[in-house]
């Protein structure tokens, strides 16, 4: 008997339900306010390929919705000083509603002191230390989530169920925009949570009691048959840019359960999710109610 293939779990389902109701609150927001639209704007200071994809798929997204989408691209050469002054700007100008600094920065920049300058109720990526300590606080209705790590959790409830109280769930890489935050809102629904990093010893004897394994280093084919058991489900969060395309941290088909793709995998849905976000920063400015 043939053994059954794993399952492929896209993002663009879920990610086509959470646009739709982003285009419902745009279209509410231009009926009430002709010429509104929320304006996006990102942030470069590097030369880091992958980063630039993102923003590109960023813009799309952007066109296609209907947000003004503006790429304040500082260059790989920028001071900590001239970024600070740029996003301290951004913050203060009322014709912005969301920033994003894209991760990570150009050699010799400083990213944790860089997001001190972001307007947390404009961080729309959910990095800043507001939005993280309200996360590890267990405070999730009052911030703005990382969109990355609440795209695996909206892929974990998936394949698992709405219900994670009492998973087990491997997070391999301790990363800021990912693992981390990842882990407190793991925690936050009651998953066991093993957080995995490069001096993991026995990575195979790690994952084996795993319900999940998510992974998330930037590190192409990282997670390799060896290292899976057949129950696990695995949300491959990395993204590397390869002269053969984009590829993620694990090989593809791994002997697994279900398997997001990279690409079509977690990014379609984190790209809807900062747009949510978005939505979500638009209202908190106004000091309207969220949900």
């Known amino acids: 008997m043939a053994e059954p293939q794993p399952q492929t779990l896209p993002g663009k389902p879920l990610a086509d339900a959470v646009t739709r109701g982003v285009r419902a609150a745009l279209a509410a927001w231009a009926e009430a306010e002709p010429g509104f639209r929320p304006h996006l704007v990102s942030v470069l200071a590097s030369d880091d390929e992958a980063s630039r994809v993102y923003v590109h ?3 799309r997204q ?6 003004r989408f503006t790429v304040r691209d500082l260059g790989a050469d920028a001071t900590q000083d001239e970024l600070h002054a740029a996003l301290q700007a951004l913050s203060a100008d009322a014709d912005v ?5 894209e991760l990570p920065l150009a050699p010799g920049l400083d990213a944790d002191a860089a997001l001190l300058h972001i307007a947390p109720r404009k961080d729309v990526e959910g990095l800043t230390p507001a939005n993280l300590a309200l996360i590890a606080a267990g405070r999730e209705a009052e911030a703005l989530l990382p969109p990355t790590p609440r ?3 909206f892929l974990l409830r998936e394949a698992l169920g709405d219900d994670l109280r009492g998973r087990r769930v491997a997070v391999i890489g301790p990363g800021r925009t990912v693992g981390r935050p990842l882990t407190f809102m793991l925690n936050n629904r009651g998953v066991t949570v093993t957080l995995c990093n490069e001096h993991t010893r026995a990575l195979a004897d790690v994952l084996a009691p795993q319900d999940a394994v998510v992974v998330a280093v930037g590190h192409a084919g990282l997670l390799r048959p060896e290292h899976v058991q057949p129950q696990h489900i695995v949300i491959d969060a990395g993204i590397s840019v390869t002269p053969e395309g984009v ?3 694990a090989l593809p088909d791994l002997p697994v359960r279900a398997q997001t793709p990279v690409p079509g995998g977690v990014g379609p849905l984190t790209s809807a ?4 976000n978005l939505v979500r920063a638009v209202k908190l400015q106004r000091g309207e109610s969220v949900e």
Request: aromatic share 4%; hydrophobic share 45%.
């Open 273 to 276: 999710l900062m747009y949510q």
């Open 57 to 59: 798929s960023k813009a």
């Open 151 to 153: 795209s695996v959790r």
């Open 62 to 67: 952007a066109g296609r919705l209907g947000v």
């Open 97 to 101: 509603h969301g920033i994003v600094l």
């Open 247 to 249: 590829v993620g941290d």
